[in-house]
C-alpha cells in the first residue's frame, strides 16, 4: 500500500473520531440534533404498533435511538422578588441545554429528557439541595404565561420529577403559589444518571409518560393541533430550587397528530 495513501485514510479516520467525540461531549454541536427556538413547532413521532418498549419508561431503550433528538436552551427564570437574585451560586445564570424526544402510540405520549449533570444530587439538607425536572404544558392557548400560567382561567399542567423520588408528581398551577397535586396521578416515569470518563460529560436521563386522554380537567389535553410546551431544569449542585431554576422563557409548540410519521 502506498505511504501517503495509508497516512492520507488514517488522517480521515483520526478527524472522523474526534468529530463524534466533540458531538458525543458537545451535543449541541451534533448536527442530527435539531435546534429548537422558542416559538417553533415540533413534531411527535409515533412508535408502530408492532414496536414494544422494553419497559414502560426506560429511558435507555432502543426505541429512543430511532427517536429524532431536539435541544433546546434554558436561561435563569425571572425572580418574582428581587431577594431572589441573592440565592443564585455562581455559575447558576449560566444557560444549560436540554435535550429532549417526544413519541406516541395510539394509547400514550412519551418524553424523553437528558441534560449533562457533573454531580448527583438525590437529597435536600440545610446546605445541599436536589436535582430535577419538570415539563409545563399550557392547557389553553400560547397566551398563557409561561412562569406557572395565568391565573385560574389560564392554568398549566406541569409533570415534575426530583431525584429523591421515583415517581413523577402530576401538578397544576395558575400563578405563582398556586400549584396543586392533582387527584389524578395519572404520569409515570423513570430516571437513570449515566456516568462518563470525565465527570462534566454524566448526564441525567428521564422518561415521564401518561395515557393520551385526559382524565383530570387539569390533564393537559393532547387532541389539539399544538400543545404549547416548556421545561424546568433545577441543579442542585448549584444551589438551585423552588423559583431559582433554568427554564424556556415561552413556548414551544407541540404537534401531536396522528399524521406524524411513525418510525421505522
Do not use: C
Amino acid at each position: 500500500m502506498n505511504l501517503r495513501y495509508f497516512l492520507k485514510g488514517s488522517l480521515t479516520l483520526a478527524i472522523a473520531l474526534l468529530t463524534l467525540n466533540a458531538w458525543a461531549e458537545h451535543d449541541e454541536l451534533n448536527p442530527n440534533i435539531q435546534q429548537v427556538k422558542p416559538g417553533d413547532t415540533i413534531k411527535v413521532t409515533r412508535i408502530p404498533e408492532n414496536i414494544y418498549l422494553r419497559s414502560q419508561n426506560d429511558p435507555d431503550d432502543l426505541i429512543w435511538d430511532r427517536v429524532p433528538t431536539y435541544s433546546t436552551n434554558l436561561l435563569p427564570a425571572p425572580p418574582v422578588h428581587q431577594s431572589v437574585n441573592l440565592r443564585f451560586a455562581e455559575g447558576a445564570t449560566r444557560g444549560k441545554h436540554i435535550y429532549f424526544q417526544v413519541a406516541r402510540t395510539d394509547e400514550s405520549f412519551y418524553i424523553r429528557l437528558r441534560w449533562k449533570d457533573s454531580s448527583e444530587d438525590r437529597s435536600s439538607t440545610v446546605d445541599d439541595f436536589r436535582d430535577g425536572v419538570a415539563v409545563q404544558y399550557a392547557l389553553k392557548d400560547v397566551d398563557t404565561s409561561y412562569m406557572m400560567g395565568t391565573g385560574k382561567d389560564k392554568p398549566v399542567n406541569i409533570w415534575y420529577w426530583r431525584a429523591d423520588q421515583p415517581q413523577i408528581e402530576n401538578l397544576a398551577a395558575g400563578g405563582y403559589g398556586s400549584t396543586t397535586i392533582l387527584e389524578q396521578q395519572t404520569v409515570t416515569g423513570a430516571s437513570a444518571y449515566v456516568k462518563q470518563q470525565i465527570a462534566q460529560d454524566n448526564e441525567w436521563h428521564v422518561v415521564m409518560s401518561r395515557p393520551l386522554k385526559a382524565n383530570d380537567a387539569y390533564d393537559v389535553n393532547f387532541d389539539r393541533k399544538a400543545v404549547p410546551m416548556g421545561f424546568a431544569v433545577w441543579q442542585g449542585a448549584d444551589k438551585e430550587r423552588d423559583g431559582n431554576k433554568r427554564v424556556t422563557h415561552t413556548w414551544i409548540l407541540l404537534d401531536t397528530s396522528v399524521d406524524s410519521k411513525p418510525t421505522k
